[in-house]
Structure formats: structure tokens, C-alpha cells
């Protein structure tokens, strides 16, 4: 709890992807005082360097997360609005740890299992020029290996339309995934790299989360009122 990492982008010209790294007693202690802007805070910059060839890329991030240690910092990013990538930082030496994986084409939300050998990744890839379709992806990075899978659809329910948000069972072996698409829940068996179950919800999803035990998972939804 001694960092806070935002992720952003700034955009002159063409848009470089950072990660601003505040210092969570000094954000305490000016929060106290009332309204603050950014100018009045201390921040240390992550750079996302663009991989070689592709130094006037535009970038834009799409979302983080740590490791449970909170030693490696896993950055999925959009590269020229086409490439999805996922880059890892070093969180004591805030520079890059191998390199970077690329993944799909337009990335949403990131998780990784608790052991950190998996990283689960949503996106959606638009396919057909003036005809046009979006399609939701459910990716899975070994980053031993820097492999990716992108999930096959299930015989019953198909895949993903339109990703939310991810999360992991404390144990590693399930993501669960909201779909604002087909307003559900999709189970995903990380061993296996398979769909395993749809749960029907009432509404949209926007979220999701699953309590320490993994006994409870957590889905708030909206239906456009409420």
C-alpha cells in the first residue's frame, strides 16, 4: 500500500502511454487539505517504450495490474488503435522485463492468477472493412513462454461479445468474465483454456469481483435506468 499506479495516455500529436507513481502517505496527507490538482502532488513517470520499428506509434492504455507481490507491473496497451500489446515493468527499477507480448488487437482488461504464471486478457477485434463486426476475445499469455491463446468458443453458448471486466478465483484456476454483450457472467477454466459455464444476468455487467475465499462473486449491472 505504499504506491498508487495510474495508467493514461497523453496525446500531442500522436499519444504516448504513462503511468504516473504517487506516493500513498504523501496523497494522504494532501488530501487532507482539501481540492489538490496533480501539479501540487509528486509523481514519479513509467514510459511505455514502443518496440522497435514503431518509435512514432501512437499508444493508449487500456488497464493494469501487479503481482501480488507488487514487484512487476503488467500494462496492457493499444498500439495504433490495431495492436494489442502487454508489457511488464519492474516496479523497483520502473523498466521493462522482457519482452513485450503481443496480443489481439484492441485490449480492454487485464488480470493475472495469483501465482503469476498466467496473465487473462479481453479485447474485441473488428473484422470486414465497410461491413464491419466487433467480436469480443478472451486471451490467455503463459509468461514463461510469452504464448498466447485466445479461448475458443463453447459448442452451447459461443464466446464473449462485449468484455467488461475480469476476475481471477483466489485458487488461479477460473476467470470469470462479464459480458455486457449477452448481459452474463462467462467461466473460463485457465488450465484447460476453455469456456465452462454462462450465468445468465438480469441486466448489463460493468464489473466484477470474487470475495477472499471465492465463495461469493460479486457483479454489479446496470439496465441504462438504474
Do not use: K
Not at 148 to 154: G, I, L, R, W, Y
Not at 165 to 181: H, K, N, Q
Request: one cysteine or more; hydrophobic letters at 45%; glycine letters at 10%.
Amino acid at each position: 500500500g505504499q504506491q498508487l499506479y495510474v495508467s493514461g495516455y497523453v496525446c500531442t500529436g500522436g499519444c504516448s502511454a504513462e503511468i504516473l507513481v504517487l506516493d500513498c502517505t504523501e496523497l494522504a496527507q494532501t488530501l487532507i487539505i482539501g481540492d489538490v490538482s496533480l501539479s501540487d502532488i509528486n509523481f514519479d513517470v513509467i514510459s511505455i517504450e514502443p518496440p522497435p520499428g514503431n518509435e512514432n506509434a501512437s499508444y493508449v492504455h487500456s488497464d493494469i495490474t501487479l503481482s501480488v507481490d507488487g514487484s512487476r507491473l503488467y500494462v496492457a496497451t493499444v498500439r495504433d488503435g490495431t495492436v494489442g500489446e502487454l508489457h511488464v515493468v519492474d516496479t523497483v527499477t520502473r523498466s521493462a522485463v522482457g519482452a513485450l507480448v503481443e496480443v489481439g488487437q484492441s485490449l480492454r482488461r487485464i488480470a493475472l492468477t495469483p501465482s503469476g504464471d498466467r496473465v487473462v486478457i479481453v479485447g474485441t477485434e473488428t473484422t470486414g472493412g465497410c461491413m464491419s463486426v466487433t467480436t469480443g476475445h478472451v486471451y490467455l499469455v503463459d509468461m514463461a513462454t510469452g504464448a498466447v491463446t485466445t479461448v475458443p468458443a463453447h459448442a452451447d453458448f459461443g464466446a464473449v461479445e462485449n468484455p467488461t471486466a475480469i476476475a481471477i478465483a483466489p485458487d488461479g484456476s477460473r476467470a470469470f468474465i462479464t459480458d455486457a454483450g449477452a448481459n452474463a457472467m462467462l467461466v473460463v477454466d485457465i488450465a484447460r483454456r476453455a469456456f465452462v459455464q454462462q450465468v445468465a444476468l438480469d441486466a448489463s455487467p460493468w464489473d466484477v469481483a470474487v470475495t477472499p475465499l471465492g465463495n461469493w462473486i460479486v457483479v454489479p449491472v446496470t439496465d441504462g435506468e438504474t
